[in-house]
C-alpha cells in the first residue's frame, strides 16, 4: 500500500509539473516594430475598359450591302464603314427632286402671272384716267366712266390674285425643297460612317443580313481614352482621391508595372459587392491594349514618416476604427483596446492611439495566450 500511495504521488507530482510547464511556460511572440517611410496603398481589382466605346448601326432598316471595316483595324473620322441596299431610297429622292423642278416651272408660271396682270392694271389705268377727264369735261358719258373704274378695280383685283398664287408657290417650293432634304437625309443613313478616329472591337453582321434601325453592326472605341476600371472595398476607399498615383499590373504582362492616375471615382457603390468604382488613367501602358483583361492597382494614399502598422488578424471586435490587441507590457501578455487609422495593400492598418508606454504589439494572437501569462519576444513559430 506504501508502494501504491508513492507512485500516485509521484504520478500527480508529474501531471501539475506538466501542467504548470504548459500553461506557465513563458510563450514566444513576435511584435509590431515600427517603421519608417511607410507607403499606405489600397489594393484594387478591376479590367482593361475605354471611356468612349460606341455601338453604331443604321438609323434606318434594310439589306447589307457592303461592309468596308473588319476587327481590329483603324479608322479615321468620316470613313465609310457600312452601306446599306438604296434602290427604293433613291427613287424617293428622285421622286422629291421632280417634285423641287415641277414647283420651280409653276414660279415661273405664276410669275409670268403677275407681270402680265400688272401690265393689264396699267393698261386699265390709263384708260380709266381718261375716261375721267373726258366725263369731267362732259365728253364722255358717266356710264362710260364707270365702266372704266370698274375695270381698273377688276384688274387690281386680278394683280392681288396673282401675287398671292406666287406666294402659295414659293411656300410648296420651300416645303418640297424640304422633303428633298429629308429624303436626301434618310439616303444619307444607308452609309454608315465613323464618328471619330477610332478602332474597331467588334463587327456584329455580314453582307446580306437585313438590320433593323439601331442595331448594332460594329463597336468602336477610342483608343486614346482607354484606361482601367478597378473595384476597392468601400472599407477602404474613404482614402481615395482624384489625382492619385497608382501602379498597375496587367494579367497578360505580371513582370510589368505601369503608372496610373485616378481619374474619376464613381458616386454609386455595388450595393452587392460592397465596392466603389475607380477609374485610373495609364501613363506607360503598351500601345495594344485588350478590353477586360483582368488588372490589378495599388493606389498610393499617403505616407508615414514613421507608424506601427497591425496585420488585421491581430485585431479582435474590429470596426474599422478600433479593435483589442494582445500586448507584452513587462513581459506578460494584456489585452489593450487602439484606435486605428489608415490601411495598407498588405492587410495592415496603422495605429493611431491608445497603446500604453512600454507596450509593444503582438502580431498575430498566440496559442495559450491568457491575461498576465509570461511571454518573451522572438520569432514566433
Known sequence: MRRIW???????????????????????????????????????????????????????????????????????????????????????????GAAVTANEANLAKADAAVVRARAVLAQREAANRRQQGLALRDVASVQRAEEAQRDEDVARADLAVAEADVAVIR??????????RQEEALLAHHRLVAPYDALIV??????????????????????????????????????????????????????????????????ESDRVNEERRVWLTCADCPAEMFLGEQAEVRILTGTRASALMVPEV??????????????????????????FGARDDRGRVEVTGGLPEGAAIVTSPPKGAAEGRRARVGEAP
Do not use: C, M, N
Not at 411656300?171 to 428633298?180: E, K, M, R, S, T
Not at 433593323?212 to 484606361?227: E, R, S
Not at 507584452?328 to 489585452?335: C, E, K, N, P, T
Open 202 to 267: 467588334a463587327r456584329h453582321a455580314e453582307p446580306g443580313t437585313v438590320v433593323k434601325a439601331g442595331d448594332a453592326i460594329f463597336t468602336l472605341i477610342d483608343p486614346a481614352t482607354v484606361w482601367i476600371q478597378a473595384y476597392v472595398d468601400e472599407e477602404r476607399a474613404g482614402q481615395l482621391a482624384l489625382g492619385q498615383p497608382g501602379t498597375i499590373r496587367l494579367r497578360s504582362q505580371p513582370a510589368a508595372e505601369f503608372h496610373g492616375t485616378i481619374a474619376r471615382i464613381g458616386i
Open 171 to 180: 411656300a410648296q417650293g420651300l416645303d418640297a425643297a424640304a422633303a428633298l
Open 314 to 339: 491581430a485585431i479582435t471586435g474590429f470596426d474599422g476604427h478600433r479593435g483589442t490587441v494582445w500586448t507584452v507590457q513587462d513581459s506578460r501578455l494584456a489585452r489593450v483596446g487602439l484606435t
Open 6 to 96: 508513492l507512485s500516485g504521488l509521484l504520478l500527480a507530482a508529474a501531471v501539475a509539473v506538466g501542467f504548470l510547464f504548459f500553461t506557465e511556460r513563458p510563450l514566444t511572440v513576435a511584435i509590431v516594430q515600427p517603421e519608417h517611410d511607410v507607403a499606405l496603398r489600397i489594393y484594387g481589382l478591376g479590367t482593361v475598359e475605354a471611356r468612349i466605346l460606341s455601338r453604331v448601326g443604321f438609323e434606318v432598316g434594310a439589306a447589307l450591302t457592303r461592309l468596308s471595316a473588319d476587327a481590329g483595324d483603324s479608322v479615321a473620322k468620316g470613313q465609310e464603314l457600312a452601306i446599306l441596299h438604296s434602290a427604293e431610297q433613291e427613287a424617293r429622292v428622285a421622286r422629291a
